[in-house]
């Protein structure tokens, strides 16, 4: 049975659409949680169930509720909050409650067939975490250490950049 791939598939492109093509950022980081969310499940699919775990708990975990923390320290003022309330209409939230109903349904298939005990839908095999590890840390463990060179130096840039000077009104509390 393959119409579970597919249906991640057009869950994945359609809200990745509305991530690019949304106005409002908190809108758009909730359509990528479940763009993200699609991507998972479709490595769960093929067969690739560590991948699909690291893509919910990485990504759509921990880097989505960053974002989201930037996005509410931004503080827009007023006029956003008024805009906020303007969106917050049924025909808004259709597309991103059916996408996420979806989501849900494909979930609670795959959670009641038995799917995860033969091999995967689309591949030959279950990828394991180990293979997964000694893949990362033996063949391609220099383009790992780059990678988290990249990371580090992007923390330390946007620490760097996001610093604010402390206001004479700050200074004056505070001394």
Avoid at 20 to 46: D, E, K, Q
Avoid at 50 to 73: D, H
Avoid at 147 to 155: E, G, H, N, S, Y
């Amino acid at each position: 049975m393959i119409w579970p791939f597919y249906l991640m598939a057009v869950v994945a492109i359609v809200s990745t659409i509305r991530v690019v093509t949304n106005t409002n950022p908190v809108h758009a980081l909730l359509c990528l949680i479940v763009s993200l969310l699609a991507v998972a499940g479709i490595f769960m699919i093929v067969g690739a169930p560590f991948a699909g775990a690291l893509e919910v708990i990485v990504y759509a975990g921990a880097i989505m509720v960053l974002f989201v923390f930037v996005v509410m320290m931004l503080n827009l003022g007023q006029h956003t909050m008024e805009q906020e309330r303007k969106w917050l209409s049924s025909d808004t939230w259709a597309i991103p409650a059916l996408m996420s109903f979806l989501l849900g349904l494909t979930l609670v298939w795959m959670l009641g067939s038995d799917y995860n005990t033969k091999n995967a839908v689309l591949g030959t095999s279950l990828i394991s975490a180990q293979d997964v590890g000694k893949t990362l840390f033996t063949q391609y463990v220099l383009l790992v250490e780059i990678a988290a060179m990249l990371l580090l130096a992007a923390l330390v840039a946007a620490f760097h950049l996001g610093k604010r000077e402390p206001t004479e009104e700050q200074e004056q509390s505070n001394g």
